[in-house]
């Protein structure tokens, strides 16, 4: 059986029905389990009961773990990556490690984001890997990217990495989803 992971950089206001419906589809299932990652807005229960709300009309079961750990949302699937969550700066964390490689999320929303995860991807003190701008996410299989998506026009998801020397930002363009 193939490891399905689908790795999305969304607030929760836009985790619409739509974006939700589309997860539980990736999923093959007729009645899939669905978790929410709180953690990037500090378990705000503003988020969680959108979330839910969100998920009412669906055929899903969903779920949300009541924990704050040490790195957020996205981020925390992937071996390393950048957030501003702790402390209150942009610095490098540790993920679990279930996806190979780095992460930025809010690639788009964030000044600071996009030159620093560049500049430590090309200094090597980050793994090359995955930025999302808001509203884009990434469905793995086996590690490998299958399908990227967009909840929002102008939402990309980019591969960065080093070649010949220098820093390399190649837009994986996403199928849009309503």
Known sequence: ??????????????????FIRYMAVLTGKSRPKLCYLPTASADSPTGIITWYRNCAPLNVEPSHPSFCPSTAGSLC???EGTT??????L????????????HSPHYDAEPGRRPLYQKLIGSGQLKPGYACDNDAGIYFE???VRRVVAARA???VYYVSVANGRVVERVIEPEMIS
């Open 84 to 89: 501003d969550s702790r402390p209150k700066e």
């Open 1 to 18: 059986m193939k490891r399905r992971e689908f790795i999305v950089s969304i607030s929760a206001a836009a985790l619409g029905a739509a």
């Open 154 to 156: 102008g939402a990309k």
């Open 91 to 102: 610095t490098v964390v540790q993920g679990l490690g279930f996806l190979k490689g780095s």
């Open 142 to 144: 086996d590690n490998a």
């Open 77 to 79: 699937w992937f071996e």
